[in-house]
């Protein structure tokens, strides 16, 4: 499975931005995928999973409310809706799979920068 991040960029604090997430492969072994962020200085932090079905989202609570995960199964693509943007979104952010019947996240796609200026 290959995992194709994009979407990220320079945005003004309270702004919108939309990551996509493309699949390709064998994605037919995945069980979800989720975003993570790695901020400068911080640990890495799940932001948002979905299952690959595209069902059942979950949010960390410091993006609940602002962020929204979803997935459009004709083309395999996971996207993240982050609206109100705010500083402390700064990060990389990256897309990563679960495969089936497994524990942990064995897919990463490259990331993809988002800065939110104040």
């Known amino acids: 499975v290959q995992l194709q991040a994009s979407g990220g960029g320079l945005v003004q604090a309270g702004n919108s931005l939309r990551l996509s997430c493309a699949a390709s492969?064998?994605?037919?072994?995945?069980?979800?995928v989720a975003w993570f962020r790695r901020a400068p200085g911080k640990e890495r932090e799940e932001v948002a999973s979905i299952a690959w079905r595209g069902i059942n989202p979950s949010y960390a609570p410091s993006v609940k409310g602002r962020f929204t995960i979803s997935k459009n199964n004709a083309e395999d693509t996971v996207y993240l809706q982050m609206n109100s943007l705010k500083p402390e979104d700064t990060a990389v952010y990256y897309c990563?799979?679960?495969?089936?019947?497994?524990?942990?996240?064995?897919?990463w796609g490259q990331g993809t920068q988002v800065t939110v200026s104040s």
């Open positions: 492969g064998r994605t037919f072994s995945l069980d979800s």
């Open positions: 990563a799979g679960r495969k089936g019947g497994t524990y942990g996240y064995s897919y």
